[in-house]
Nanobody
Framework: QVQLVESGGGLVQAGGSLRLSCAASGRTFSRYVMGWFREAPGREREFVAI????????MYADSVKGRFTISRETATNTGYLQMNRLKPEDTAVYYC???????????????WGQGTQVTVSS
């Protein structure tokens, strides 16, 4: 079983940057895809970005395309979400997740981290 631990959230002004990390441990991670999702108060959890652990294919939500970059470091089993030009509407709890299917649907991911709060002030 894979376990995930996020870090790197915090408070930042609009236009600033943060980098989230997702440390994976447990079983071999190489056959998984890793996704980042976010959940704002009163809203459903939404897809942000995904990456294949082996092939490095990526996909982004339209709302973050060109501002966020997903990546992974296979040597340390760590995934990252670099967030630039942050906006107040990016404020949410961010979760990383591992799954075996290339999909943007959160219900298809069976391993989740605990979440990390990102707050962007205007």
């Amino acid at each position: 079983q894979v376990q995930l631990v996020e870090s790197g959230g915090g408070l930042v002004q609009a236009g600033g940057s943060l980098r989230l990390s997702c440390a994976a441990s447990g079983r071999t991670f190489s056959r998984y895809v890793m996704g980042w999702f976010r959940e704002a108060p009163g809203r459903e959890r939404e897809f942000v970005a995904i990456i294949t652990w082996r092939g490095s294919s990526t996909m982004y939500a339209d709302s973050v395309k060109g501002r966020f970059t997903i990546s992974r470091e296979t040597a340390t089993n760590t995934g990252y979400l670099q967030m630039n030009r942050l906006k107040p509407e990016d404020t949410a709890v961010y979760y990383c997740a591992a799954g075996e299917i290339w999909t943007t649907r959160s219900s298809s991911y069976n391993v989740w981290g605990q979440g990390t709060q990102v707050t962007v002030s205007s």
